[in-house]
């Protein structure tokens, strides 16, 4: 984005707020469609998490900047709610702009890009045009990327490429389902579900090695997403793959972190703090720490959940290469403060765990996903009790709530607050139970089998 003209005066220090969003959207689906946005254009609406496209405060100092300053602007769309009132100030501006408005993110791209579901819904009649775009969602999902807002509409992508591709036989064909399945599969991973991938060294040998290890790495974690048995098939399956350390390459190391990401979904958290640890190492050897941010999160996790392991000694280390390399997202970031300060609590250093917790100039807690902003929330009140400041570990939780709402890291602040109490811990955990969060019946489940207290072990143990 090149900033072309601003009104008023002063210095600007940075560009934000809800009216750039259905800018950036049409921004978005013209990199990665490759179609470029008519430079006659020009749009000034929000766009909220549901598709829908909503106004904008100052109107009128928008649609001046873009009469006076935006040359060969033709058209400005705007919100459906606030069209008749762009209408009336191109009126008094004495403007000939033409004004759409649109409702929904689908009519702002029919407006932008009128072609384009023409040019998208072709492999439904033309098979090869299908199995090109089976092939490049499949190397982006396998890839991964950072050029997303959502994995949602991989999926659907991806699954309307199925759709026009069952029940045709040849190669071809039989080749781009698959990968479309696999591309599916991934998407959904990454959007919070179970799909468990099938693997098939026949399937994989047609792969260059890089492709085939970053697709082991997707089977381990879609496995360790799954449930303890096919965790465990995954690691003994693929564990053989891995290299020894000196000899792995960045695919080695992702699907080092993604094994130890799996022992560690299984309870074996010596072996997934060894295997995270030889990940971070190896990222660094090669000059990669910013690829290390997942592995060292759980690394991190892990770290608070056995003993004895020297917490400075991983933060002046692994940690501190993570977060302070310039390549390291924001969002990397916050997982590594949350995840190294929840093992300062688990250690009994709460004054470490807050200093990690509270707000501060890298990063902006209220900017991170939701289940990382409660479970931020959660083990805060947790350092806090630690700290003998028990009303205002209440006072976090009862935040927590009123914020949250019905979110399994309430209900696990609840269970934090009866075991500090010493009190019965059954209604809380029936209340987790009664929820079936995948993540908290595992736990439930191993702690039975082996005869732990349960709700200790839920408490501890859960991903977040």
């Known amino acids: 984005m090149e900033f072309v003209a601003r009104l008023g005066e002063g210095y600007d220090e940075r560009l934000e707020g809800g009216s750039f969003g259905l800018a950036m959207l049409l921004a ?37 900047l873009v009469v006076e300053s935006g040359l060969g602007i033709r058209t400005l769309l705007v919100a459906s709610t606030q069209r008749n009132e762009a209408e009336q100030i191109r009126t008094n501006l004495g403007s000939a702009i033409e004004i759409c408005g649109a409702s929904t993110i689908a009519e702002a791209l ?22 090109r775009t089976a092939s490049e969602i499949f190397r982006l999902t396998v890839a991964g990327t950072g050029r997303l807002v959502s994995w949602k509409g991989v999926v659907a992508s991806a699954r309307a490429i199925e759709r026009s591709l069952e029940g045709q036989s040849d190669g071809a064909s039989v080749r781009a389902l698959w990968e479309a399945r696999v591309a599916t599969a991934i998407a959904q991973r990454h959007e919070g579900q179970v799909a468990l991938i099938a693997s098939s060294d026949e399937d994989f040998e047609r792969y260059p090695h890089a492709i ?11 496995a360790a997403d799954c449930n303890d048995e096919e965790a465990w098939a995954a690691i003994e399956k693929v564990r053989s793959r891995l290299p020894e350390p000196r000899a792995r390459h960045a695919d080695d190391l992702r699907l080092a972190g993604a094994l130890g990401r799996a022992y560690a979904a299984v309870g074996q958290y010596a072996d997934a703090f060894e295997m995270l640890g030889e990940a971070c190492r190896g990222w660094r050897e090669i000059q990669l720490v910013h690829e290390s941010s997942y592995a060292l999160s759980e690394l991190a996790r892990v770290a608070g959940l056995i003993r004895p392991v020297d917490l400075e000694g991983l933060r002046n280390g692994p940690w501190a290469f993570v977060v302070d390399d310039p390549q390291t997202t924001a969002l990397s970031t916050a997982f590594a403060y949350a995840a190294l300060a929840r093992a300062y609590v688990q250690h009994g250093d709460p004054h470490r765990a807050m200093d990690l917790l509270r707000p501060h100039d890298r990063f902006e807690w209220e900017l991170m996903p939701a289940h990382l902003r409660w ?23 009862n935040d927590l709530a009123a914020r949250a709402g019905e979110h399994v890291q309430v209900d696990l602040a609840r269970l934090d607050a009866v075991i500090a109490r010493d009190e019965p811990t059954d209604a809380a955990l029936a209340k987790l139970r009664a929820r079936d969060n995948r993540d908290a019946a595992r736990v439930i489940a191993r702690a039975e089998r082996a005869g732990a207290d349960v709700a200790r072990a839920v408490a501890e143990e859960f991903r977040y």
């Not at 479970?375 to 205002?392: I, K, N, S, V, Y």
């Open 28 to 64: 978005n689906a013209s990199y990665l469609l490759d179609v470029a946005v008519p430079s006659s254009i020009a749009a000034t609406a929000c766009v909220e998490a549901d598709g829908s496209v909503g106004g904008v405060d100052g109107l009128l100092q928008k649609m001046r």
């Open 212 to 222: 085939r290890t970053r697709l082991w790495a997707h089977v381990v974690q879609s």
């Open 110 to 131: 029919t407006i932008a890009f009128p072609d384009l579901e023409r040019s998208i819904c072709q492999h439904r009649s033309e098979p090869e045009r299908a199995h």
């Open 375 to 397: 479970a931020r929330q959660r083990w805060w009140a947790r350092a806090l009790e630690l700290a003998g400041r028990h009303d205002e570990a209440e006072r976090a939780r």
